[in-house]
């Protein structure tokens, strides 16, 4: 016997296959809702879906809702405004103004002005605030528990979140609101474990992305489904053996069922078994897709043709084919990134902030079009908002800031929450000589608003967002933050398992 | 002392001369010394399996080596290592000097743009007045990647780049020259010193622009200005200490509640970042000069302690700003002392000596380079071992990436089999799809008549998401700690490759598959210039007729076991083979009367076989 042949498998496949260790069930790491069915309540009977846009970065947000009044002595917001942001400021005269845009007060903490432009180049934006389809959070961001303060945050006595500054922390806790942990599932995701069982198909996830895997839409039993922006059947799944090939509809054929069968294997190795999943709930996923897509129907609503806007589109006309792909809850999400402006970083929110403004719009109009504008509710997130004051070209690292929130269902044409004092000296929020404000409204309380809208009940709340207690309990017509409108909109009071989440 | 390293030695079977039987005896990896084996035989025939550098490896534990040491063994290399050894190897590999300048291709090529331009005599081009693109890069890096001698070194600066990240989203797109330098960093330091591949990368204009410390300036408080915080959070997060303090073993020290204990706060970043002020372009007249030309991006920052940005914009009375940070600096828990800010490049040099001396630096950069390299999950110990080689490599050398490479790729753990259940069930890694491609085009010796590949990856990079420098963000295309849901997250197991695994990468790795075989168009060729004649001699496709012979159904497993071997190193199970070669005998096949296979009918086999085996889990987990 040759000796080289002694040792046949140099890698460790052949090291012995074992039973399956883990007691889990097959939890499906893609695409899937194929695991244990966690929620058995009835469908509800309308559709909802809910838009999450990531600005990945931090944007600059304090350039993008700006206070505008000068009245020394009075409210003089754009005075202070320019007077600390100096080479960052913008000339208030391009500033877009807001119709009386009711900024008052959240928590007992006073917005500190009353007049309120948008950046130059937000027209959309304006024209949607202005008729009530658009509303602002104001100093919104990652919490753990109420900081009223920088006493209370000194003391050492709050909890606070992990790696507050930090890019990979702070984007990762507004996908989860669980600041505290580096190893939580998203809030989409958890609101999915609790909804998909609505949705006639469980091959097809009810979260859609057009940003491939996020920390937003990962639940226990759901995660994404990732799409192209091509939206076009043929474009969903292997592609066919060439045409060329003499009998390519059987080859394809014996292609794909022999890597049916080869994710079809049991592997003892969690590596390769995830993968396999992965595959199998991809091609489960497929064929529903494709279908669904041969039904969207040609709309008259104009894109941009840039990536944004070119991803909200697609989402429009995902959520056209609703019917077909048998959802009543849908969650997209997409991302759209470089707001890392510690440069150059007035011209470019000059080229990324029409960008948003114009998507938006669109998508808002596409939402018209389809008749479900007040089904549908979008909001931007982002990493944390940036130092008010300037290192010479841009701005830094911060924590709360403003976000956008639109839909039909939305009591838009106000500011919710509390605008910052833009005094780094005397402002009793205010965390550092850079300007870096605690958040007034956390994330939590944004997103325990939506959720009620989109029929979790308030006893489920606890699993979407494990920290809310900390700021919110339920009690009828009380709402977290009031931006949405319940109008119409019977709160559920079904009790669904899983039971709360506690980190 | 002499360097420890534990050789990856495997079971010999050796023969007793008592019985004849044959008998187990393991050594090596329990650091054995002072082996000595008798051969039992005077015949001298037999095949050595043991030579001063080492057990010899068998075929496949050669390919498996080479999966985790080069972009993709071909048969040449795999035979290469299984009559030299791993060691042998790995020495003439790291002894090899840097075979290919990226910017100097680059510039080549640029240059024959220029001259093919200038050949219309209207035209007056410059390499100052032609523009390039990223993709200029691209090609310039395949045709390193697949002509270069020491693919050690390539296969090691692809794993610093998505360490040491920077990315063409960004301001420097599109200029491929920013590409290129930053490149040559990585591949000129990756046998070097982790100290001076941190200083480099410190002064790059790239990593400046990037990261965004390329004219970074003093505080001044009258224009409320700050010195920019981004690069000094990274370097400390990603490149050198990340956020906690780590055991040797890369575990995380734990404070008396057991809760990790962070290596640094905002105040530390605050600190460090008025180290990185004062740096310009190296072709700058001034702090705050822009960029000049192409050329920009070639060059290490210059310091300036002082900006006489007025004084070159012809103010009338210029004032002096420091462009250095005045004063002393203090992070992580040392003060560098106040000096003469026209002294300040020795606080950056102060400040790289403070982060490379770090204890946290051995374990942080070993775990992500045994990820890169080996394995998703390393051991503790696997780390503790690299990681004391990294703080010393044996002669009072610290950060000697040479012996850290070699320590990575020779530990027991990158050549061997976990024994535990859990160990073997969380075995191996994902290969990143970038990877998988170039293991295709390496394994299966895409030549070219002219030698040059033009191959601007570009249809790739759409439908898997990766090629080099052009991640997202500077947390790269995954994480080291991403975890996709479901069991191995449970069992506090990582996987960070499956962050960029979806149902559109998946289909699209499938879809490359049959673009690359099916449709026989594995690379992307593109004009430098409108009206460029097309150059097939620089758009290669694979050969396949040697394996013809090889597709007749009795053949088969012939030629699944010599692409099981090349491209997974014989992993893939009997009960995979079997499914592939049932796929490829119900394909129609034809030979003549001399036994001679239809070419068409032979072809297609053969190529459908590459996508299956490509396709498997036992592929594309590397373990």
Not at chain 1, 187 to 199: I, M, T
Request: proline letters at 5%; one cysteine or more.
């Amino acid at each position: 016997m040759n000796r080289r042949d002694f040792i046949k498998q140099s890698g460790c496949a052949a090291m012995g296959t074992t039973t399956l260790l883990s007691t889990l069930t097959n939890l499906t790491t893609f695409n899937g809702a194929l695991g244990a069915d966690i929620a058995k309540s009835a469908p509800p009977s309308d559709y909802k879906a809910l838009v999450c846009i990531l600005l990945a970065g931090g944007i600059d947000s304090y350039n993008t809702l700006v206070p505008m009044g000068n009245t020394p002595g009075g409210d003089n917001g754009y005075n202070e405004y320019s007077a600390l942001r100096t080479d960052l400021a913008i000339d208030r005269n391009q500033l877009l103004a807001l119709n009386n845009p009711q900024c008052s007060s959240f928590r007992g903490i006073p917005c500190q002005y009353g007049a309120f432009g948008v950046h130059p180049t937000m027209t959309g934006m304006r024209d949607l605030f202005n008729t009530g389809k658009v509303a602002f959070m104001a100093n919104i961001g990652t919490l753990v528990e109420p900081i009223m303060n920088k006493t209370e945050y000194q003391s050492g006595l709050k909890k606070l979140p992990l790696g507050i500054y930090s890019h990979s922390d702070q984007i990762m806790q507004w996908q989860t609101s669980v600041p505290q942990s580096r190893d939580a599932l998203g809030v989409g995701g958890r609101l999915a474990d609790l909804l998909h069982a609505s949705n006639t198909y469980q091959e097809i996830s009810m979260n859609f992305s057009l940003s491939g895997k996020n920390a937003f839409q990962r639940g226990q039993t759901i995660t994404e489904y990732s799409i192209s922006n091509n939206i076009d059947p043929n474009n969903v799944g292997f592609q066919a053996l060439p045409s060329w090939w003499s009998n390519s509809g059987y080859l394809t054929q014996v292609r794909d069922n022999a890597i049916d069968s080869l994710v079809s294997k049991t592997y003892a190795n969690l590596l390769q078994k995830t993968y396999s999943t992965a595959t199998k709930n991809s091609t489960a996923a497929f064929d529903i897709f494709k279908q669904a897509l041969t039904k969207v129907p040609s709309m008259s609503t104009a894109f941009g043709t840039d990536e944004l806007s070119r991803n909200m589109q697609a989402i429009a006309k995902v959520i056209s084919v609703r019917e077909f792909l048998g959802t009543k809850r849908q969650i997209f999400f997409v991302t759209y990134g470089g707001w890392d402006m510690h440069s150059n970083l007035l011209t470019g929110m000059n080229q990324r902030v029409p960008v948003v403004s114009q998507a938006l719009k669109s998508f808002y109009d596409a939402t018209v079009e389809l008749g479900i504008a007040d089904k549908v509710t979008t909001f931007t997130i982002s990493d944390f908002a940036r130092t008010v004051t300037s290192n010479g070209q841009g701005s830094d690292h911060a924590w709360g800031g403003n976000t956008i929130v639109m839909g039909g269902s939305v009591n838009g044409g106000k500011i919710y929450g509390s605008y910052p004092k833009m005094d780094v000296a005397t402002y009793n929020r205010n965390i550092s000589f850079r300007g870096n404000f605690i958040p007034a409204v956390s994330t939590d309380e944004f997103y325990a608003e939506l959720a009620l809208w989109y029929g979790v009940s308030p006893n489920d709340l606890c699993y979407v967002l494990p920290n809310l207690g900390n700021f919110y309990s339920y009690a009828a017509n009380q709402y977290p933050v009031g931006f949405m409108n319940f109008n119409g909109t019977a709160i559920s009071n079904e009790d669904l398992p899983p039971n709360c989440l506690s980190y | 002392m002499k360097p420890k390293i534990t050789l990856c030695l495997f079971t010999l079977f050796g023969l007793s001369l008592n019985t004849f039987a044959q008998q187990t005896v393991k050594f090596g990896m329990g650091n054995t010394k002072n082996v000595t084996v008798t051969a039992s035989s005077q015949d001298n025939t037999g095949i050595r399996t043991l030579i001063e550098n080492g057990y010899l490896p068998n075929h496949n534990q050669a390919s498996r080596f080479l999966s985790q040491a080069t972009l993709g063994p071909n048969m040449a290399l795999i035979q290469n290592v299984t009559s030299q050894g791993r060691e042998k190897w790995l020495d003439e590999q790291l002894n090899l000097p840097v075979s290919f300048n990226l910017t100097n291709y680059l510039g080549t090529i640029h240059q024959s743009i220029v001259d093919s331009l200038n050949r219309n005599p209207a035209n007056n081009y410059t390499k100052t007045t032609v523009g390039l693109d990223n993709w200029h890069f691209d090609v310039t890096w395949f045709q390193g990647a697949m002509t270069a001698p020491d693919v050690l070194r390539w296969r090691v600066a692809l794993a610093l780049s998505e360490i040491f990240v920077v990315s063409r989203i960004s301001d420097f797109n599109p200029y491929p020259y920013a590409l290129t330098s930053y490149y040559d960093v990585l591949m000129r330091n990756a046998f070097g010193n982790y100290r001076t591949l941190l200083n480099d990368i410190s002064y790059h204009p790239t990593m400046g622009s990037y990261l965004t410390f390329l004219n970074n300036h003093a505080t001044s408080t009258t224009k409320q200005i700050f010195p920019d915080e981004n690069y000094a959070r990274e370097v400390m997060q990603l490149f050198s200490i990340g956020l906690y303090q780590l055991n040797i073993d890369g575990t995380e020290v734990k404070d008396a509640n057991n809760k990790p204990i962070p290596t640094y706060d905002n105040n530390d970043i605050a600190g460090l970042a008025k180290v990185f002020t004062g740096l310009s372009w190296g072709d700058s007249r001034y702090l705050g000069d822009t960029y000049k030309n192409y050329l920009s991006y070639t060059l290490p920052m210059k310091f300036y302690g002082k900006d006489s940005l007025e004084f070159y914009r012809n103010y009338s009375r210029p004032r002096v700003y420091d462009a250095h940070e005045p004063g002393t600096k203090t992070f992580l828990g040392q003060t560098i002392p106040a000096r003469d800010v026209m002294q300040g490049n020795q606080d950056i040099q102060d400040a790289i000596n403070i982060l490379s001396n770090h204890p946290n630096v051995g374990p942080f950069i070993s775990r992500r380079l045994i990820q890169r390299l080996v394995m998703s999950n390393p051991s503790p110990e696997y780390i503790a071992r690299v990681a004391t080689v990294f703080n010393d490599n044996g002669s009072g050398v610290r950060g000697d990436l040479k012996a850290v490479i070699k320590a990575i790729l020779l530990d027991p753990d990158a050549c061997g089999c976990p024994t535990n259940t859990t160990a073997q069930n969380t075995s191996g890694m994902l290969r990143e799809p970038f990877v998988r491609y170039m293991n295709v085009m390496r394994g299966l010796t895409l030549t070219t008549q002219s030698g040059v590949y033009r191959n601007i990856m570009y249809r790739l990079y759409d439908k898997v998401g990766q090629v080099p420098l052009f991640s997202p963000s500077v947390f790269n295309f995954f994480q080291p700690d991403y975890a996709p849901e479901g069991e191995l997250k449970a069992m506090g197991k990582v996987a960070p490759e499956f962050q960029i695994l979806n149902s559109q990468t998946l289909t699209g790795y499938i879809n490359a598959l049959n673009e690359w075989f099916i449709n026989d168009d594995p690379t992307d060729w593109w004009g430098y210039f409108s009206g460029e004649r097309y150059k097939a001699d620089q758009d290669p496709r694979f050969n396949l007729t040697a394996d013809y012979t090889l597709t007749r159904n009795d053949k088969l497993p012939q030629l699944l076991d010599k692409y099981n071997l090349l491209f997974a190193h014989g992993s893939l199970s009997s009960q995979s083979l079997k499914i592939i070669k049932d796929a490829i005998s119900s394909m129609p096949y034809s030979e003549d009367a001399n036994g001679v296979p239809d070419s068409t009918s032979a072809n297609r086999r053969v190529r459908l076989a590459l996508v299956l085996i490509l396709s498997s889990p036992d592929y594309l987990i590397n373990r």
